[in-house]
């Protein structure tokens, strides 16, 4: 936790994550109240004390879904499918679905401390972080990745194939539904997510070009939070996606220069300095019509101006000359194409409102 002491003497955190600061915002405005499932995202910054490395950071971004009011193994699969496809849309075609289940209160006491009996025979090869957790965190083993402690797991027990009839049902169902709808997973007998509140299904979702710090995001079921923060019993589950993790796998896979590039509007250029005050009519009325404008605010001379255009990213740009404006037009250069033609001024928006529905790329 990000944890500090500010000026009045008060210990404050910075939130590491979404998903209680979701539940606690459903209980205290009855979200609950309406038609279930409720269904929400969330987009942040998020803060966690951690040693900094390459994909690893104390201040990161996430997004995220929470769907809060239904137990059945089909809002399990739509929360993951939904994940899988974000990631698929972003053009990260390598990313492996993990798939695991937590058990619930029926079975997963029982399980732990088959774990610690067998982890406890064999503590000599567990470290020293390890060795203490077999006391008040024995899951948490299944994370380390000293060899001592991954050679002690080999042959301990696992949850899945510990877990009561219920669960192992609600498990089968979420996979038959995700093969129904063709996303491949993988069972991980040794997915342990880093919250004690999930319940059942757990997933990461993780990338080989991203190192050791893989997972470009998780998620899974919590069907007891938002009763241990007080409110009505209600079952969830959701994921969050680390937005650092997410581009830097898009760069690594060179695959960033294949997603469609937005709309990133209109550049309007003079080629002599009293047409400026007519620059800055047009591209307020352009604003108002919806366009991202930019102009020259330095007296650039014309060919600097379009130098600019380069890099601010415009796609379009609208020279202001003496000689069409004698005749009342401007002219619009498409910088994709190169193509160029004459506008009447009046006809200016309509004619950059149809080339941009025509072609997104504008
Ligand atoms: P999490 O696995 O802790 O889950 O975080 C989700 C993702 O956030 C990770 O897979 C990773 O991509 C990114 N992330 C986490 N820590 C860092 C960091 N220090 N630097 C950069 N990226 C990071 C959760 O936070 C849960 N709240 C997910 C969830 C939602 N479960 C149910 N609903």
């Known amino acids: 936790m990000y944890t500090f002491t500010d000026r009045g003497d008060r210990s404050l955190t910075l ?5 209680a600061s979701v539940v606690r915002a459903f209980i205290e405005h009855n979200l609950g109240g309406q038609s279930l499932p409720v269904k929400l ?3 942040g910054n998020m803060f966690r004390y951690e040693r900094p490395q390459a994909g690893r950071y104390r201040e990161f971004w996430q997004l995220g879904v929470e769907s809060l009011g239904s137990p059945e193994p089909a809002a399990d699969a739509e929360v993951i499918t939904l994940a899988v496809k974000y990631i698929q849309d972003t053009g990260i075609q390598k990313a492996t679905l993990l798939l695991g289940s937590m058990g619930d209160e029926q079975c997963r006491p029982a399980f732990i401390r088959g774990l610690v009996d067998d982890l406890s025979s064999r503590s000599e090869l567990l470290c020293d972080d390890c ?6 965190n024995p899951l948490r083993v299944f994370d380390c990745k000293n060899p001592g402690c991954r050679a002690a797991l080999v042959d301990a027990p696992k949850m899945v194939d510990h877990l009561c009839a219920e669960c192992n049902d609600h498990f089968d169902q979420v996979k038959r539904l995700l093969d129904d709808v063709g996303v491949v997973y993988q069972v991980d007998p040794m997915l342990v997510r880093g919250f004690d509140y999930y319940t059942r299904t757990t997933f990461e979702l993780t990338s080989d070009e991203l190192g050791a710090q893989n997972a470009l995001g998780g998620g899974g079921r919590y069907d007891r939070l938002v009763a241990d923060y007080g409110g009505k019993p209600t079952p969830a589950v959701g994921f969050a996606l680390g937005v650092e993790r997410l581009l830097l796998a898009v760069e690594a896979l060179g695959e960033g220069d294949n997603i469609e590039k937005p709309y990133t509007g209109v550049y309007i250029a ?4 009293d047409a400026r005050s ?28 379009m130098k600019s255009t380069d890099r601010l990213g415009a796609s379009t740009v609208v020279v202001i000359g003496p000689d069409e404006l004698s005749k009342g037009e401007v002219t619009v250069r498409n910088l994709a194409d190169g193509t160029e033609s004459a506008v009447a001024l009046a006809d200016l928006a309509g004619h950059l409102g149809a080339v941009r529905n025509d072609n997104k790329k504008v």
């Open 15 to 19: 939130r590491p994550e979404m998903t």
């Open 278 to 305: 007519l620059a800055f009519k047009l591209a307020t009325e352009l604003r108002s019509a919806g366009f991202s404008v930019e102009l020259d605010h330095m007296a650039r001379s014309l060919r600097a101006q």
């Open 270 to 273: 003079v080629v002599e300095d």
């Open 131 to 136: 060795r203490p957790r077999l006391e008040f």
């Open 41 to 43: 995202y969330y987009f």
